[in-house]
């Protein structure tokens, strides 16, 4: 797609998520070499199922927006399952004031990331390989992050044994779901609980795609409020045999 045809686009989803702040010449020219370098690369490794820069633009880049009025300014982000970087890279272009941290078990998409990063002169961006629920016991990790992100990486009873650990007491907790992100919160209210955190908020919204087209999201934000008991994160086998 040519570039005026993808600022136009752009602009209007944006306006239309009403995310008209993130709509800058140099935002709209990182997410155009973002979305170039990202259909290059899934030509020969599997980072995005969508295509179609018309449902890239809403499906991955408003949808990741969509979030940031939950991210205090200036914040330390670690984003666990970061896949091909959502919500690392769009969070990283609209939010110089952050700097965020994005983990993968799955070391050439990192790898990914990191490159794609650094082509976008993104200096706000890290990256690790590693499961999250190891990563935690390294160095500077537990209990060191104002917020943890993270979409489409697992059920939500699971997830928050994976990130909780990581945030500062006083952090945020904010979690990108789709239309069963209420049901999964029900089972996972009491998991939050024993891990620190307390719900704030729980809210549906609408995604808009194009011409009146719309997808139901969920976003998902707890405090913690005290400190993660040291027996968490537990060993992958045993989360998901019996989750909290
Ligand atoms: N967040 C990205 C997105 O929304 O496009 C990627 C989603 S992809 C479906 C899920 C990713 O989570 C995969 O890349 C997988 O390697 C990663 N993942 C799953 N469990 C993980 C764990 N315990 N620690 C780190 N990464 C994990």
């Not at 609209?94 to 799955?106: A, F, K, L």
């Not at 087209?213 to 934000?221: A, F, H, L, Q, Y």
């Amino acid at each position: 797609m040519e570039f005026l045809q993808f600022k136009s686009l752009f602009t209007e989803i944006f306006k239309s998520n009403m995310l008209e702040s993130y709509i800058t010449d140099e935002n709209i020219e990182k997410f155009y070499v973002l979305t170039r370098l990202m259909l290059e690369k899934n030509a020969v490794m599997n980072i995005t199922a969508i295509r179609d820069v018309e449902k890239i633009i809403p499906l991955h880049y408003a949808d990741c927006a969509l979030i940031t009025p939950y991210i205090s300014h200036s914040s330390k982000v670690m984003d666990v399952g970061c896949g091909g970087g959502f919500p690392t890279l769009p969070l990283a272009i609209i939010r110089p004031d952050i700097t965020i941290v994005g983990i993968d078990s799955t070391e050439k998409k990192v790898k990914y990331v990191a490159d794609t990063a650094k082509s976008l002169g993104l200096s706000n961006v890290s990256t690790i390989s590693a499961r999250a629920e190891e990563l935690v016991h390294m160095p500077n990790m537990r209990e060191s992050f104002d917020a943890v992100t993270s979409r489409a990486v697992a059920r939500l009873n699971i997830l928050n044994e994976l990130c909780m650990p990581f945030l500062k007491v006083g952090g945020q907790f904010i979690v990108m779901k789709g239309a069963a992100g209420q049901e999964e919160l029900q089972e996972a209210h009491n998991g939050i609980k024993m891990l620190g955190g307390q719900v704030i908020l729980n809210q549906n919204t609408d995604l808009i795609l194009r011409e009146a087209e719309t997808e139901k999201r969920v976003i998902i934000v707890a405090d913690k409020i005290a400190q993660t008991p040291k027996q968490y994160p537990r060993q992958f086998g045993q989360i998901k045999k019996k989750p909290l």
